[in-house]
């Protein structure tokens, strides 16, 4: 295994709390049931109960909720220092399944393991708290996207934010980043059909903004999508109040 201090979900709540030893050694431990999962095969079924929870640590995954007419929205997008399911063992039943889009490795948490953590370590529970409610707010901002942005909008809006939270784990940069979403993925999650999502990427890439080819988000005018999306970071708080 890496080491701890290079980890995804270290870099992550670093952003947050300055890590002691204790706290790092506690992060370690979490890390220890590491397991390897393939693409396209859930990890977590909407509805499973007494399942663990995640800490994503190579990856990426997608959280998703089947409708009564057996389509499936997309709810949220899990990369590197995320975790899965952790909401749903604390309420006992999942209300989502979790779908590996690349074959992942990621760490099993158990319940347990997080009351003993956060009993031992009151200042890593909090930035735990921290990181879960940061993707809490993640998932309001992209209702009120659904809503109230237009498609062009809507997308550039996603592809800063994915661009945001890469950076704060180490891939990715306001340059771009390695992406493997479908258009596919794209159009489940920002309520458009696939061919509109074809026609907003290519948009977007004839105005000079932003160009998505080849697994492969390139940022051409950072200040030109910002203004296009209307984005603001603050719901993201990338640094937190860095606790000492």
């Known amino acids: 295994m890496k080491s701890i201090e290079s980890s995804p979900l270290t870099r992550k709540l670093s952003a947050f709390v300055a890590l002691s030893e204790v706290e790092l050694a506690v992060l370690q431990r979490l890390h220890q049931r590491r397991k390897s999962f393939a693409a396209g095969r859930d990890l977590v079924h909407q509805g499973q109960s007494e399942q663990s ?7 990426w995954a997608v ?3 089947i409708q009564p007419d057996g389509s499936r929205q997309i709810v949220d997008f899990q990369i590197p220092g995320d975790f899965l399911g952790l909401r749903s063992v604390l309420l006992h039943t999942s209300d989502h399944g979790i779908e590996p889009i690349v074959d992942i490795q990621a760490a099993e948490v ?8 956060f009993a031992q370590t009151p200042r890593l529970a909090t930035a735990i708290l921290w990181a879960v409610s940061r993707d809490e707010a993640m998932v309001v901002e992209h209702l009120v996207g659904m809503g109230r942005r237009d498609a062009d909008a809507r997308m550039a809006h996603f592809l800063l934010e994915l661009g945001a939270r890469l950076s704060l784990v180490g891939m990715g940069s306001r340059a771009g980043y390695a992406c493997p979403l479908t258009q596919y993925h794209l159009a489940d999650a920002l309520g458009l059909s696939a061919v509109h999502v074809n026609r907003v990427l290519r948009k977007l890439r004839e105005d000079r903004l932003v160009t998505f080819r080849n697994g492969l988000v390139t940022i051409e005018n950072y200040e030109g999508l910002v203004e296009l999306a209307d ?6 708080d990338q640094t937190g109040p860095l606790l000492k």
């Open 53 to 59: 929870a995640y800490i994503l640590a190579a990856g």
């Open 110 to 117: 158990f319940v347990s393991d997080l009351l003993e953590a």
């Open 231 to 236: 984005f603001d970071p603050a719901y993201l």
């Open 63 to 65: 959280s998703y909720k």
